[in-house]
T-cell receptor
């Protein structure tokens, strides 16, 4: 079984500042890792994914994440945030190559302040 | 391409009733998964269907059930509703078994009174 911990439930940041949303996972097997974003009254939108290969993954809207196997982390970063980035962000893990059920973290509410 | 379509978007039921939610996957997607999202428990996996067969099931009571039709559309049913079933129910589809990228719909928000 896998588990995901998102260390910060809320992250306020000023517009154009950099941001890092932290995610740690636990698993006894190889995993795939994902970041999803949820805007109010909407479903989840995939930001980026790590399946294999390069540990630095680039996604949509200028976000990127780095897979660190030794630290079991998959932190999400953006060098300069916009007001429109205000949303809830979810880190998720699935067992690699088999069942695709995702285990989600509890989410991080990113609020970008003017 | 149209996205994942869930109906209804909002509904209100009373305790003891039953509810059926519908999900139309992206055209060509054959796998459909369902998730429950609540403030207390977060996002939890309900079940996954592929080729009309349930492939995986999360840790939910038997009151929660689902099915998938030959056109890949899926329904989930919750019987004998409880207050704690109030949630956003999200459907997601993907192209094939083993593919790990899910595309989510906007969800069906169920309120149980």
């Amino acid at each position: 079984a896998q588990s995901v911990t998102q260390l910060d439930s809320q992250v306020p940041v000023f517009e154009e500042a950099p941001v890092e949303l932290r995610c740690n996972y636990s698993s006894s097997v190889s995993v795939y890792l994902f970041w999803y974003v949820q805007y109010p009254n909407q479903g989840l939108q995939l930001l980026l994914k790590y399946l294999s290969g390069s540990t630095l993954v680039k996604g949509i809207n200028g976000f990127e994440a780095e897979f660190n196997k030794s630290q079991t982390s998959f932190h999400l970063r953006k060098p300069s945030v916009h007001i429109s980035d205000t949303a809830e962000y979810f880190c998720a893990v699935s067992e690699a190559g088999s069942a695709r059920q995702l285990t989600f973290g509890s989410g991080t509410q990113l609020t970008v302040l003017p | 391409k149209a996205g994942v379509t869930q109906t209804p978007r909002y509904l209100i039921k009373t305790r003891g009733q039953q509810v059926t939610l519908s999900c139309s996957p992206i055209s060509g997607h054959r796998s459909v998964s369902w998730y429950q999202q609540t403030p207390g428990q977060g996002l939890q996996f309900l079940f996954e269907y592929f080729s009309e067969t349930q492939r995986n099931k999360g840790n939910f009571p038997g009151r929660f059930s689902g099915r998938q039709f030959s056109n890949s559309r899926s329904e989930m049913n919750v019987s004998t509703l409880e207050l704690g079933d109030s949630a956003l129910y999200l459907c997601a589809s993907s192209e094939d078994w083993g593919a790990n990228v899910l595309t989510f719909g906007a969800g069906s928000r169920l309120t149980v009174l």
